[in-house]
Structure formats: structure tokens, C-alpha cells
């Protein structure tokens, strides 16, 4: 299970930080990804950090998102730096066994979603 914290409205320029915390199996052999569904769009992926902390981010976010992991609270948390409008979208943590892949169909542990609105 994962329960997401975090969103709101911010302006333009704005950071962000999003969480989410895992329950139910071994946190530190799971890889954690970060999707985004933007409005009328489909999920898109934005981010990921594996079992061995590796990250990987989508090019739209690069230099500006950040992905850390805490093992010891099975906590996986999204920074968002330099928010701009095209960064609006409900933000979802996802859960996979060791491996990241950035297909949202590879992914059946899913948090609830959390919106994040970047206007001025």
C-alpha cells in the first residue's frame, strides 16, 4: 500500500515536495516511481529511484526534480524545483519489484494521487 502527502497550488518558479510511504512488503527491494497525469492527458512517467538508488528522470523534469528514498521510514519523496504551469498534473507513487521501467502498466501498487496545481 502507499499513501501519498504533499501538492496544492503554487506560482510559477515555485518548489514543491510530494511523499510517499510504503506498507505491506520489503520497502528497501522495491523501485519507486513517480508518474503524472496531466488533465485530458494519460500517465506519463517523471521519475524513479531503484533498490540501489539509482535515479532516472523524465528530460521535462531533469535539473529540476529531485528523488530520495528512506528506507528506514519506507519513504520516497518527489522535490520539485522551478515549477512552471506545464508541470500541472495529479502526481502518483508507484511501487515495482527491484526493477524501474517507465511504463505505468509494469506497476500495480499505486498511491491515491496527489494534484499539484502551478499558476499564477
Known amino acids: 500500500q502507499l499513501v501519498q502527502s504533499g501538492g496544492g497550488q503554487v506560482q510559477p518558479g515555485d518548489s514543491l515536495t510530494l511523499s510517499c510511504t510504503f506498507s505491506?512488503?520489503?520497502?528497501?527491494?522495491?523501485?519507486m516511481t513517480w508518474f503524472r497525469q496531466a488533465p485530458g492527458k494519460g500517465r506519463t512517467f517523471v521519475g524513479a529511484?531503484?533498490?540501489?538508488?539509482?535515479?532516472s528522470f523524465a528530460d521535462s523534469v531533469k535539473g529540476r526534480f529531485t528523488i530520495s528514498r528512506d528506507n528506514t521510514k519506507a519513504t520516497v519523496t518527489l522535490g520539485m524545483n522551478n515549477l512552471k504551469p506545464e508541470d500541472t498534473a495529479v502526481y502518483y507513487c508507484?511501487?515495482?519489484?527491484?526493477?524501474?521501467?517507465?511504463?505505468?502498466?509494469?506497476?500495480?501498487?499505486w498511491g491515491q494521487g496527489a494534484r499539484v496545481t502551478v499558476s499564477s
Open positions: 508507484a511501487a515495482r519489484w527491484r526493477l524501474v521501467t517507465m511504463s505505468e502498466t509494469d506497476y500495480f501498487i
Open positions: 505491506g512488503g520489503t520497502f528497501d527491494r522495491y523501485a
Open positions: 529511484i531503484s533498490a540501489n538508488l539509482e535515479t
